[in-house]
């Protein structure tokens, strides 16, 4: 019953900027790491940046930092993304799910649900 809405994906120039959004239902939602992935056409999907229930701890992979950022309100059971100075590299599409976070490890939990993701393209 675990629902995870994304949202804010579309098409974007390099170097332009994006908001994703992903409304959860379904579960106590400051109780659980989240995070976000992407799936690029012939790649697997990765983990792109993940947040801890308290907003303490976050995780970026090495191609996004300085350009994404993560960010939650609990108040509203929404998981955010900034996306600034996109490169094409980025088009993929993005999902959100619940996550085991530390300092150097963010790996979806095994036991939850993908939501349907967002589409980003990111044109040269």
């Known amino acids: 019953q675990v629902q995870l809405v994304e949202s804010g994906g579309g098409l974007v120039q390099a170097g332009g900027s994006l908001r994703l959004s992903c409304i959860a239902s379904g579960l106590k939602f400051d109780a659980y790491t989240m995070g976000w992935f992407r799936q690029a056409p012939g790649k697997e999907r990765e983990a792109v940046s993940c947040?801890?229930?308290?907003?303490?701890?976050?995780y970026y992979v090495d191609s996004v930092k300085g350009r994404f950022t993560i960010s939650r309100d609990n108040a509203k059971n929404t998981l955010y993304l900034e996306l600034n100075s996109l490169k094409p590299e980025d088009t993929a599409m993005y999902y959100c799910?619940?996550?085991?976070?530390?300092?150097?490890?963010?790996?979806?939990?095994?036991?939850?649900?993908w939501g349907q993701g967002t589409q980003v393209t990111v044109s040269s």
């Open positions: 947040i801890s229930g308290g907003s303490v701890i976050t």
């Open positions: 799910a619940p996550v085991f976070l530390s300092a150097t490890i963010c790996r979806k939990l095994p036991n939850k649900d």
